[in-house]
């Protein structure tokens, strides 16, 4: 079954520098992936689906998958407090429909 | 526009206790899903269904059952409850085409005494 894996568990950075968090999957038979971001205690807000390698921009969120090294990315581009919130990736299965999370990126962006 | 309902928000059983927990949504989504969130982890597949009266087991299912009534609800049993056990458990759903992006609900937080 498919295994989800962020890195790091914790990112902080100073608002305005680049932040960049990591996933990695078990296998290739997951056929697309999603960030998403959850504040403290709210529901899950989708940032950036990406289901072919290379580059995916929306607004400050990028994207980059590379399905060869089973690892997909996410980059905030400039990133504010507002931003401080756990980060998850998803991995979606189109034969099967099962859609398998890891375990999160805690963010906090200093002003 | 639509929306995906969990109720209750919030849920208060004893040790041993059956618990339900319900999910509507008006998306009219075939596929629906149960997750539980422990605090500070990522979220774990308890069941999903495809479509109306499908059942698929997750990677956490043992301790839960769910049903499928019809294709607007996804509801989840906790079988027993566990002593000071305490989770979100949230409910999404997704339409047809493999660009759709699940949504989710708000959840429903758990504590058990």
């Known amino acids: 079954q498919q295994k989800v894996q962020q890195s790091p568990e914790s990112l902080t950075v100073s608002e305005g520098a680049m932040a960049s968090l990591n996933c990695t999957f078990s296998d290739g038979t997951s056929n697309n992936f999603r960030w998403y971001r959850q504040h403290s205690a709210k529901g899950l807000e989708v940032l950036v689906s990406i289901f072919s390698d290379g580059e995916k921009e929306e607004g400050r969120f990028t994207a980059h998958l590379n399905r060869a090294n089973l690892h997909v990315s996410l980059h905030i581009r400039e990133p504010q407090p507002s931003d401080s919130a756990v980060y998850l990736c998803?991995?979606?299965?189109?034969?099967?429909?099962?859609?398998?999370f890891g375990d999160g990126t805690v963010l906090t962006v200093k002003p | 526009g639509g929306i995906i309902t969990q109720t209750p928000k919030f849920l208060i059983g004893q040790e041993g206790q059956k618990l339900t927990l319900k999910c509507q949504q008006n998306?009219?989504?075939?596929?629906m899903y149960w997750y539980r969130q422990d605090s500070g982890k990522g979220l774990r597949l308890i069941y999903y269904?495809?479509?109306?009266?499908?059942?698929q087991k997750g990677d956490l299912s043992e301790g839960y059952d769910a049903s499928r009534e019809k294709k607007s609800s996804f509801s989840l049993t906790v079988t027993s409850a566990q002593k000071n056990e305490m989770a979100v458990f949230l409910c999404?759903?997704?339409?047809?085409?493999?660009?759709?992006?699940?949504?989710f609900g708000e959840g429903t937080r758990l504590s058990v005494l």
């Open positions: 269904s495809i479509t109306e009266n499908d059942l």
């Open positions: 998306f009219n989504h075939d596929t």
């Open positions: 999404a759903s997704r339409g047809q085409g493999d660009n759709q992006a699940p949504l």
């Open positions: 998803a991995a979606y299965n189109t034969n099967t429909g099962k859609l398998t």
